[in-house]
């Protein structure tokens, strides 16, 4: 290709190099405001299990945050250790795990929020409620479209 891109490859492509910058920043920021020994992952999901507060297989679970099984199987491991979660085999399929958060991860959980809150705090007070209001049904649509299980696909970027 010659020349500069067309307005509107232009405009998605300094789309996407603000969301990579903002995804950047904002993982260094958390991960610098929550509570020493917990990682952003940590902390995604123990959030994520604290507002479902259902039982959730490792799989469903990696598949739930695009990442790989044995990276989902690590964080988990972690977590247990930490006694944060709680893994149990699955009484229906003896092959699975189900893993659900414990209060001592409900705690963990609340303790990174009052260590993250003053960011967000800031954040709101900066962006505005509004704006912020204004941008999530933008970015959610986002994600759906590239979200291969709710019907993003890779090649669709490509018409």
Do not use: C
Request: hydrophobic share 45%.
């Amino acid at each position: 290709m010659t020349g500069s891109p067309p307005p509107v490859t232009a405009l998605t492509i300094g789309l996407f190099s603000e969301l990579v910058a903002v995804d950047q920043l904002m993982r260094a920021r958390l991960t610098k405001a929550l509570p020493r020994g917990m990682e952003l992952s940590h902390f995604m999901l123990l959030n994520y299990l604290a507002v479902s507060r259902e039982e959730r297989s490792p799989a469903q679970l990696a598949r739930k945050f695009h990442v790989t099984k044995p990276a989902m199987t690590n964080t988990i491991g972690r977590l247990e250790r930490a006694g944060h979660v709680h893994v149990r085999p699955d009484w229906e399929d003896g092959r699975r795990k189900q893993v659900v958060i414990s209060p001592a991860g409900i705690a963990a959980r609340n303790h990174a929020l009052d260590s993250i809150a003053p960011l967000m705090e800031t954040a709101a007070a900066t962006l505005g409620v509004d704006q912020i209001r204004a941008a999530l049904p933008i970015l959610r649509q986002l994600r759906a479209f590239l979200s291969p299980d709710a019907g993003g696909r890779p090649g669709d970027w490509d018409r």
